[in-house]
């Protein structure tokens, strides 16, 4: 039988609520039985004192104990003198007229009945000044407490009484017995209330438990749409919290994969359709096999090329296969080996292209074929997103630790709300999906990757030329 956290939690609750009761109520019952024996033993020593005062009244009288030796019996009336009044004589009114008033007079004590006056009795001990037995009925603990007795200042014996070790009498058995009940009885109640406020705090509990549970279920199967309700600040609230945070992540991430998958999957469709058109028309006679033919087709498969080779040098940049060769090179050459390569280009487009680098003797600690690759993504961004008759200025700048390359180019420029998706993979800031312009838009996010495995930043925001303007910061290295 397979039970639930929250009749689990029940029985623990209640596990720990009946093993409290039922140690209160036995610490209480005994307790009680040690009070209360201790305040027999308390009330039976006022008649010790009573007791006392009688024996040395008749050892002023007779000057010795051998009164004691002679009658033995007088000691068992000294004894019941000496308890207190067991039964209060009736009213006036009450005594019948054929009984003696002698029967109820009241200057004298009533005895005790004959059963508790033995029980007294029997536990009493007298001891003479030599602390001999003169009254016991057994062997007297050596240290029992006595009540020394004095005629004219000296100690004339010892008067002791052995306390009770149980309670025997039938009335003081009765109220014990109704404490017991009454403990029981309590505890009873105590227990049931226990049930029930531990089956109300278990549901309670294990409710968002049980929200959280279903939930969860469903995010398995792929809804990442379900929330559940944050209704409290303890650790269940924090736990939905985090739920609520993990759930909207996935959902964000199933959404930026299907963007992913329809994003990558148009990329490769226009280049194959374009070449499924070319080919087919060759097979159909339409066009010719010449130069121009073959190199659209040529053009093309460059274009798929590229577009394969950004998307497996990205892979390999999440999965972190992407190997860096890292030593401590000169930034400043490596910028300047790049532009090299591009400064025809820019050349050919009518693109003013500015160098103005503070720092050349910058010296960072990094893959120079990386740099190399991050710095060309960037001119070939800048080269194919700039109108012609453009400029782009490239500032190096280094500033204590820090190096900084900043990318600025003219017109056209990006709006504000765009420039935190530049580097998104596959975004394009023109709506169109028309590609004749650019590549796949995988550029910049491969060089996020690359700056930030450098532990650098890469940022952007508008141009004082109008365009845009690209700031890389990389940690260098002091010489």
């Not at 039976?44 to 004691?68: C, H, M, P, V």
């Not at 749409?225 to 985090?242: H, K, M, Y």
């Not at 040529?298 to 972190?320: F, I, K, M």
């Not at 709300?417 to 028309?434: C, G, H, I, T, W």
């Amino acid at each position: 039988m397979k039970i639930g956290v929250t009749h689990k939690l029940f029985l623990v609750i209640l596990t720990a609520a009946i093993l409290a009761v039922v140690s209160s109520a036995l610490i209480m019952q005994w307790s009680l039985s040690r009070g209360f024996l201790a305040f027999v033993n308390s009330m039976e020593k006022k008649g010790i004192s009573r007791l006392a005062a009688e024996l040395e009244e008749n050892y002023r009288t007779e000057q010795s104990w051998d009164f004691l030796r002679r009658d033995p019996a007088r000691w068992r009336s000294l004894v019941v003198a000496s308890l207190p009044d067991a039964v209060p004589p009736p009213p006036e009114d009450k005594i019948s007229p054929d009984v003696s008033r002698k029967h109820f007079d009241t200057d004298k004590p009533r005895p005790l009945p004959p059963h508790l006056a033995r029980q007294f009795d029997q536990r009493l001990f007298l001891l003479d000044a030599d602390r001999r037995a003169l009254i016991d009925h057994g062997e007297v603990p050596v240290d029992t407490a006595t009540t020394p007795l004095h005629f004219q200042g000296k100690v004339i014996g010892y008067l002791g009484l052995l306390p009770r070790k149980n309670i025997s009498d039938a009335p003081q058995q009765r109220f014990l017995k109704e404490q017991r009940t009454a403990f029981v009885l309590v505890a009873a109640v105590v227990v049931l209330l226990s049930a029930l406020v531990s089956l109300l705090l278990a549901r309670r509990l294990v409710r968002p438990l049980r929200v959280l549970a279903q939930a969860t279920h469903q995010l398995a199967v792929g809804s990442f749409a379900v929330r559940v309700p944050v209704t409290s600040r303890d650790e269940l609230g924090q736990l939905a919290n985090d739920f609520n945070a993990l759930a909207l992540a996935l959902e964000k991430s199933e959404l930026t994969r299907r963007h992913w998958v329809a994003d990558i999957s148009h990329e490769l469709r226009t280049p194959l359709a374009i070449l499924q058109g070319e080919i087919e028309a060759l097979q159909d006679g339409i066009r010719q096999p010449n130069y121009a033919t073959i190199h659209s087709l040529h053009s093309e498969v460059l274009r798929l090329s590229r577009l394969v080779d950004d998307l497996y040098q990205l892979s390999l940049s999440d999965v972190g296969a992407l190997t860096y060769k890292k030593t401590e090179l000169n930034l400043a050459a490596v910028l300047a080996e790049s532009i090299g390569v591009y400064r025809v280009k820019f050349l050919s487009k009518k693109i003013l292209l500015k160098e103005n680098s503070t720092g050349k003797g910058a010296v960072v600690f990094g893959d120079q074929e990386r740099l190399h690759q991050l710095f060309t993504n960037l001119l070939d961004n800048a080269l194919k997103y700039t109108d012609s008759g453009g400029e782009l200025e490239i500032v190096l700048q280094q500033f204590g630790t820090m190096v900084t390359v900043d990318f600025m180019d003219s017109v056209p420029g990006v709006a504000s709300p765009d420039l935190d998706k530049l580097f998104a993979r596959l975004y394009r800031v023109e709506s169109s999906r028309n590609r004749s312009n650019g590549g796949a838009g995988l550029g910049l996010s491969i060089c996020r990757n690359i700056v930030e495995a450098h532990e650098g930043s890469i940022t952007a925001q508008g141009s004082p030329l109008g365009g845009l303007w690209v700031r890389i910061e990389l940690p260098g290295v002091k010489v």
